[in-house]
DNA sequence: CGAATTTGACCAGCGC
DNA sequence: GCGCTGGTCAAATTCG
């Protein structure tokens, strides 16, 4: 129930789903001094991946990262503590960031969310956004950030895994879930 | 009027 | 142990 690599497996022009370069990292620190590693470009052509679309404008994904799980990198899982919860014990949850070249920051995946906090984040000069999953049940979690460096690219990083349908359908982000689906243990 | 957002406070983990 | 930082809560406020 750990590994979601196969987060996306299908793209639309079949490459750049997963850059097989060194732009394709795990992230699994959160205390890292620099915004190394978050190289873009390179993969501007990966256009038409997901059919994304927020008002008028189709962003472009960048990059594809996985932040968390435990499939085995050495020291890769800085797991989501839920100290909080009382009869909770920390759930390792997967993470997922993509990099998108937008010029907006909400990103209309079909899903509600529900802004629930929002925090300046050192070395980047503009904020993190926390959102979670209206839908009753479904605590998926994602954060979007702009990067200080190219502020033309939005770092999206999802957090679990939706276990309802979709509200709001777009395009064929649909399909691309179905496809997740496949590949969730839920 | 209900739902969503804003925003400061609060809390936990980690480094020094 | 303390302070910094990231993540969440929740009351107040705004929005539809």
């Known amino acids: 129930m750990e590994n979601y690599q196969m987060f996306f497996p299908c793209s639309s022009n079949g490459q750049s789903v997963y850059p097989a370069t060194n732009n394709f990292y795990v992230a699994n620190s959160d205390h890292h001094h620099h915004s190394r590693g978050l190289t873009v470009e390179d993969h501007s052509s990966s256009s038409g991946f997901l059919g994304l679309k927020t008002q008028n404008f189709v962003p472009k994904?960048?990059?594809?990262?996985?932040?968390?799980?435990?499939?085995?990198?050495?020291?890769?899982?800085?797991?989501?503590?839920?100290?909080?919860?009382?009869?909770?014990?920390?759930?390792?949850?997967?993470?997922?960031?993509?990099?998108t070249r937008s010029h907006v920051d909400i990103?209309?995946?079909?899903?509600?969310?529900?802004?629930?906090?929002?925090?300046?984040?050192?070395?980047?000069?503009?904020?993190?956004?926390?959102?979670?999953?209206?839908?009753?049940?479904?605590?998926?979690?994602?954060?979007?950030?702009?990067?200080?460096?190219?502020?033309?690219?939005?770092?999206?990083?999802?957090?679990g895994m939706h276990t309802h349908h979709i509200e709001k359908p777009t395009d064929n982000f649909e399909h691309i879930l179905n496809q997740l689906q496949i590949y969730t243990p839920f």
Do not use: H, M
């Open 107 to 159: 990103l209309d995946d079909g899903y509600r969310w529900r802004k629930y906090g929002q925090k300046a984040v050192k070395n980047n000069k503009f904020p993190r956004s926390y959102y979670r999953c209206t839908y009753q049940g479904c605590n998926v979690k994602k954060q979007v950030q702009r990067l200080t460096k190219d502020e033309g690219i939005v770092l999206t990083t999802y957090e």
């Open 61 to 99: 994904f960048t990059d594809v990262k996985e932040l968390s799980s435990s499939g085995g990198f050495p020291g890769s899982e800085k797991e989501v503590k839920l100290g909080k919860k009382k009869g909770e014990k920390k759930v390792k949850k997967p993470r997922f960031a993509f990099q």
